[in-house]
C-alpha cells in the first residue's frame, strides 16, 4: 500500500502563484513516474504535468512556461510550481505515482486531491 499527502492548495487570484506538494509513503522500493492531474467541474481529470524518475518533464500546453514539475528523490515528494495563474487553472489538483514495491510488486497510486481555485 502507497500513500499520497497533497497540500499547498488554495485561493489566489489570477496572476498569483502558489506551490503544490504530494508526499508518498509505505511500501516503496522506487519511485518511477510522478505527476499532477486536473479535474474541473464536469469535466475529466487531464494531465497538467509529469516527471520521470530521470528528470524528464512534460506538461499540458495551458500550462508550458507557468507551471514548473519537479521532485525530491530522498523526500518521496513531488512539487508542482505554479505562476502566473489562471482562472481556467480553477479545478482539484490530484498527485499520481507509480511506485513498485522491494517485492517487484509495481502500480499506480492517486491522492485524494486539492483544490485550488483562482478568482479573477
Known amino acids: 500500500q502507497v500513500y499520497l499527502v497533497e497540500s499547498g492548495g488554495g485561493l489566489v487570484q489570477a496572476g498569483g502563484s502558489l506551490r503544490l506538494s504530494c508526499v508518498a509513503s509505505g511500501s516503496i522500493f522506487s519511485i518511477n513516474r510522478m505527476g499532477w492531474y486536473r479535474q474541473a467541474p464536469g469535466k475529466q481529470r487531464n494531465l497538467v504535468a509529469r516527471?520521470?524518475?530521470?528528470?524528464?518533464?512534460n506538461y499540458a500546453d495551458s500550462v508550458k512556461g507557468r507551471f514548473t514539475i519537479s521532485r525530491d528523490n530522498a523526500k518521496n515528494t513531488v512539487y508542482l510550481h505554479m505562476n502566473s495563474l489562471k482562472p481556467e487553472d480553477t479545478g482539484v489538483y490530484v498527485c499520481?505515482?507509480?511506485?513498485?514495491?522491494?517485492?517487484?510488486?509495481?502500480?499506480?497510486?492517486w491522492g485524494q486531491g486539492t483544490q485550488v481555485t483562482v478568482s479573477s
Open positions: 499520481n505515482v507509480d511506485t513498485c514495491s522491494a517485492s517487484g510488486g509495481c502500480g499506480a497510486w
Open positions: 516527471i520521470t524518475s530521470g528528470g524528464s518533464t
